[in-house]
């Protein structure tokens, strides 16, 4: 049973400031550092074997088995590759600071880390690799995987500017994307016109989507 790492650019789709986050960790047809490529399906049985256990592969820091830095709460393959969505564990000092260099785009790299069993792979030197056991996703410093780039990181500032844009103050729009809109106005607490302020907000959004 062969042990590999392969590694890439991680697509971040959105991360928020609870530590969600969502993207692809590998894409498929595409060579790594080796010259190896996975294929479509690859991670079909360890997933479900994972999902029938109720346990996920570990995430983890530089491929460091002492330091969890998260959970992945969702994973599976799609015809891009293998999504995944997971949660930095904020009060975890490395999870912190992974979560503050995701948000500036200087961390952009994951890896999976896989054993290969018997029959998973064909070739000598660059392998396709159809079946591999799943064990761990790290974060990394350096990826290979030139298809699976960043796209978006989103926060909870983005949607401040969102609402400053509808016309809200800087101090309502604080308030709102913090603790939701009665924190932010006078409102009574009644039901009808917690409803009217809820209807308000949606009408002034819509267009900034």
Known sequence: MNQK????????????????FEGYASVFGVQDSDGDVIVKGAFKESLEAHKASGRMPKMLWQHDTRQIIG??????????????KGRMIMEVRQGQEAYALLKEGVLDALSV???????????????VIEKV???????????????????????????????????????EATAIASRGYKA???????????????????NKLKGYS
Do not use: C, H
């Open 113 to 127: 880390g896989f054993n290969i069993p018997e029959g998973g792979a064909t070739g000598m030197r660059g392998l």
């Open 184 to 202: 932010a106005s006078d409102q009574s607490d009644s039901e009808a016109e917690a409803l009217e302020a809820t209807r308000t907000l949606i």
């Open 133 to 171: 056991d799943l064990m761990e996703t790290s974060l990394v410093t350096w990826g290979a995987n030139p298809e699976a780039l960043i796209t978006n990181v989103k926060s909870i500032k983005d949607f401040e500017r969102l609402l400053r844009d509808a016309g809200y103050s800087r101090k």
């Open 5 to 20: 790492q392969f590694t890439g650019n991680l697509e971040i789709k959105s991360l928020d400031e609870g530590g969600f």
């Open 71 to 84: 959970k992945w709460v969702e994973m599976y393959e799609d015809d891009n590759g293998l999504y995944v």
